[in-house]
């Protein structure tokens, strides 16, 4: 079946310590997001991938980062991991951007900070 | 402030009652999407109504919008417990990406 796939499901690292969360998809998609989710709260969109175009929403830290090698692969790199960065991080899909296009989500990676 | 809202925050119902949450949003869009988060998991698209649309179904789903009111609702009829999950509308403003709002919480009680 095609699907959004994120590896690991969950990932525990240490105050500072770079880590880097990965995502890949069958589903042949143009579009790759990257939503960061804390508890009880809304998905929040960090930044998007349109092909090759790379789209940062204005208010991501810099902290984050984000790398599309190919059209199956989209990794979110944290350079140093502070305790708020502790959150779900979910990938999704879409055949294009804009509001008309339904997204597919991953299971997503739940990270923790120590 | 938020592009869009759900109300209310949480929802607790006996299995076989209908369940209806509400989804309100700030400026003005080209369609509303909801979408259903399993715990700990990610979210599934349900439905998409498009702006010049006041009504759309699908299965047990009923999805109204009313753009005059800036507000849409969702309406689970003869819920499950396995319609347990929290339910989010997605506001898109005009030209620009998703912005979901905080969520519905809701519990079926078997």
């Known amino acids: 079946d095609a699907m959004v796939i994120q590896n690991p499901r969950y990932q525990v690292t240490q105050f500072g310590k770079p880590v880097t969360l990965s995502c890949s998809q069958t589903l042949n998609h143009n579009v790759m997001y990257w939503y960061q989710q804390k508890s009880s709260q809304a998905p929040k969109l960090l930044f998007h991938?349109?092909?090759?175009?790379?789209?940062n929403e204005a208010d991501t830290p810099d902290n984050f980062q984000s790398r599309r090698p190919n059209t199956s692969f989209c990794f979110l790199d944290i350079r140093s991991p502070g305790l708020g960065d502790a959150a779900m991080y979910l990938c999704?899909?879409?055949?294009?951007?804009?509001?008309?296009?339904?997204?597919?989500f991953g299971p997503g990676t739940r990270l923790t900070v120590l | 402030s938020q592009q869009g809202e759900e109300d209310p925050q949480a929802l607790s119902i006996q299995e076989g009652e209908n369940a209806t949450m509400n989804c309100s949003y700030k400026?003005?869009?080209?369609?509303l999407q909801w979408y259903r988060q399993n715990s700990g998991r990610g979210l599934v698209h349900l439905i998409l109504i498009r702006s010049n649309e006041r009504e759309k179904h699908s299965g047990r789903l009923r999805v109204t919008l009313d753009t005059s009111k800036k507000s849409s609702s969702l309406l689970i009829t003869a819920s499950r417990a396995a319609d347990t999950a929290s339910y989010f509308c997605a506001t898109p403003p005009r030209g620009q990406n998703f912005v979901f709002g905080p969520g519905t919480r809701l519990s079926v009680l078997p």
């Open positions: 991938y349109y092909d090759k175009d790379f789209n």
């Open positions: 400026t003005s869009i080209n369609n």
């Open positions: 999704a899909t879409s055949t294009g951007q804009g509001s008309y296009n339904e997204q597919f």
